[in-house]
């Protein structure tokens, strides 16, 4: 996958490269000492055998809702462990691409369309058919590089784009928006944090 000029690879796309290299099998355990179900945090370590003989190659993946996508709140134990197979198969087969999957807001983005729903739904306004990055990946990618909070860059985009939420606004407005917060926060990160916390909810006092 082509992301923010950077490719990276699937699971799906590692999966299918052991099963042609003929993976002999994948272990995953939960690393109950290092996990934290209350906050859910989870941790997961993944071996892979690339033979019956093999002595196996190991790797490990987190999760919690500090690097996940809010679209997979809830399901932070299986990302943790799509994480660990992942990074296992990477390092059975050589792979130096970091995997799509690592990337937090990324995380359980919406599978593609079917052909035949391609056929008969119309792309989304703030989407791409023509090979490039969605533009919701784009700013994914932006919010990961830079440690922003995803909820404050929606409310800063929506009042950027003079809209209630960030869904309604045209694609020529968030290609805008998406092109001064790489900007901003390339030349001045924390003046932008400044200006994200702004948008954030006060906390309720409770009497």
């Known amino acids: 996958m082509y992301l923010d000029h950077r490719w990276y690879v699937t699971h799906s796309g590692l999966l299918r490269l052991a099963f042609r290299r003929h993976c002999s099998g994948i272990k995953t355990t939960l690393q109950n000492q290092l996990s934290d179900s209350q906050n859910n945090r989870w941790v997961f370590k993944a071996v892979v055998y690339k033979s019956p003989g093999s002595s196996g190659f190991f790797g490990y993946g987190d999760a919690d809702p500090t690097n996940t996508s809010p679209l997979v709140r809830g399901a932070e134990m299986r ?4 994480r660990a197979v992942n990074r296992a198969l990477r390092k ?3 792979i130096g691409l970091c995997s799509v999957e690592e990337l937090g807001c990324l995380t359980g983005s919406p599978s593609p369309l079917r052909k035949e729903d391609q056929a008969v739904k119309p792309p989304h306004p703030n989407g791409s058919n023509n090979g490039q990055p969605k533009l919701r990946d784009r700013l994914c990618v932006l919010i990961r590089q830079y440690n922003l909070d995803p909820i404050l860059v929606k409310a800063y985009a929506a009042d950027f784009c003079g809209t209630p939420t960030l ?30 916390n ?8 409770k009497p």
């Open 198 to 205: 702004s948008y954030a909810q006060p906390a309720e006092v």
């Open 92 to 94: 059975a087969y050589g």
């Open 167 to 196: 869904k309604e606004a045209r694609r020529d407005l968030v290609e805008s928006f998406i092109s001064h917060l790489a900007k901003s926060a390339k030349e001045n990160r924390d003046s932008l944090v400044c200006k994200l």
């Open 79 to 82: 990302v943790a462990e799509t």
